[in-house]
């Protein structure tokens, strides 16, 4: 049992920056796939990055390349989704998850192939 919950949400002008966290408890050694994923009204839930814990690999939709970086603590219990440059298109439910399948840990992955998710933290970006 993994349980997963979010920080670091708010509201901000365009152009802003904001880090959520989201804190891991639980079972975890086996979590080799997390990710960050939004989701805003009227639009399906995407992922937006992704991190192998076992590698370091990192992957990232088109759309946030060059503004958000995901990262992990030292101690491997908090992800971190570092946001900069925001724009109002960015303006989303952020929710993270874990336990995304190992061999396909990439910013192109369904919502629906992680097992964990936390309840999410809210972005408002304001032109």
């Known amino acids: 049992q993994v349980q997963l919950v979010e920080s670091g949400g708010g509201s901000v002008q365009a152009g802003g920056s904001l880090r959520l966290s989201c804190a891991a408890s639980g079972s975890t050694f086996y979590i080799y796939c997390m990710g960050w994923f939004r989701q805003a009204p009227g639009k399906e839930r995407e992922a937006v990055a992704t991190?192998?814990?076992?590698?370091?690999?990192?992957s990232y939709a088109d759309s946030v390349k060059g503004r958000f970086t995901i990262s992990q603590d030292n101690a491997k219990k908090t992800l971190y989704l570092q946001m900069g440059g925001l724009k109002p298109e960015d303006s989303a439910m952020y929710y993270c998850?874990?336990?995304?399948?190992?061999?396909?840990?990439?910013?192109?992955?369904?919502?629906?192939?992680?097992?964990?998710w936390g309840q999410g933290t809210q972005v408002t970006v304001s032109s």
């Open positions: 991190l192998s814990t076992g590698g370091s690999w990192t």
């Open positions: 998850a874990a336990g995304g399948p190992w061999n396909h840990c990439r910013a192109s992955i369904d919502a629906a192939d992680f097992r964990y």
